[in-house]
């Protein structure tokens, strides 16, 4: 079609609830997947660093790589051939995620020789300990102290400051990048399939980036707001995955409902 005016009304709808959807989706991998890396990584300032990072660099890498492939293709299903495997890799993020963030983490860890850390070295040099009663800090008194750990317990581990900065940022490219870079591919697909004449697409372009604009904002609020009172991190992650899913279906509606509008001009 080359009459922009005679467009139906429910493609504008659903190529709109793509775009906005896919915005917010984006969103609630952002601020979820953040917490999501506190127990490996804490909640140090590294960690927000490092996922909105990798965010922006999916975003990025998104948009360029999908509109190359919308000039090329010019059609919604092969949007949803990329949706469809994004979904499912959300889904399986609370069982898979976790193997791998244990080896970032974990392969700081070397041996160190076992040093003794006995009863009488932690009472002669704590200066708080010189008043109670030697029973009571040998154990035969009633209430007596925690037991020390054993002598062959795992020291703490030692991460240099320069992975304490990197981790975080590895960690959330493994487990966000993928998803938010197949969802960033929308705004660009949907400026292509919406655009039938060149000179609406400053028009449409905008449109489609100040939706997908609305729905991060939105998935801002209900991730910090509702979801994460409401729902597990678990949970959040299906219906999230569930959504992706949502939106590859919704790919392959728009060009089975309206395939005369999809046609190469």
């Excluded at 960690?47 to 890498?61: F, K, N, P």
């Excluded at 392969?107 to 040099?125: G, L």
């Excluded at 009571?136 to 037991?147: D, H, I, M, Q, R």
């Amino acid at each position: 079609m080359n009459d922009d005016d005679s467009t139906p009304r429910g493609r504008i709808l659903a190529l709109g609830a793509l775009v906005l959807l896919g915005g917010f989706a984006v969103m609630v991998l952002e601020i979820v997947g953040a917490r999501y890396l506190q127990p490996w990584f804490g909640g140090a300032f590294y960690v927000w660093t490092s996922q909105i990072g990798m965010v922006m660099l999916a975003l990025a890498l998104g948009y360029g790589v999908g509109g190359h492939l919308a000039d090329r293709f010019k059609k919604a299903r092969f949007l949803s051939l990329l949706l469809a495997p994004a979904g499912v890799f959300i889904l399986l993020i609370p069982q898979m995620a976790p193997v791998v963030l244990d080896g970032i983490v974990d392969r700081h860890e070397k041996s160190v020789e076992p040093e003794a850390v006995s009863t009488e070295s932690f009472i002669t040099e704590t200066n708080l300990l010189s008043e109670i009663s030697p029973d009571f800090l040998e154990g035969t008194a009633t209430n007596a102290l925690p037991a020390l750990p054993p002598d062959d317990a795992a020291a703490p581990l030692e991460i240099p400051a320069v992975w304490r900065k990197l981790d975080p940022a590895i960690g959330s490219a493994v487990v966000f990048l993928f998803p938010c870079f197949v969802l960033a591919m929308i705004a660009p697909f949907m400026v292509r399939l919406a655009a039938r004449q060149v000179e609406h697409v400053g028009t449409v372009s905008g449109l489609v980036y100040a939706a997908s604009t609305v729905g991060s904002i939105a998935g801002v609020f209900v991730s910090a707001y509702v979801l994460i009172d409401v729902f597990t991190t678990t949970q959040i992650f299906q219906l999230t995955g569930g959504l992706t899913l949502g939106l590859g279906g919704l790919c392959c509606l728009i060009d089975w409902q309206w395939p005369e509008d999809l046609q190469d001009e």
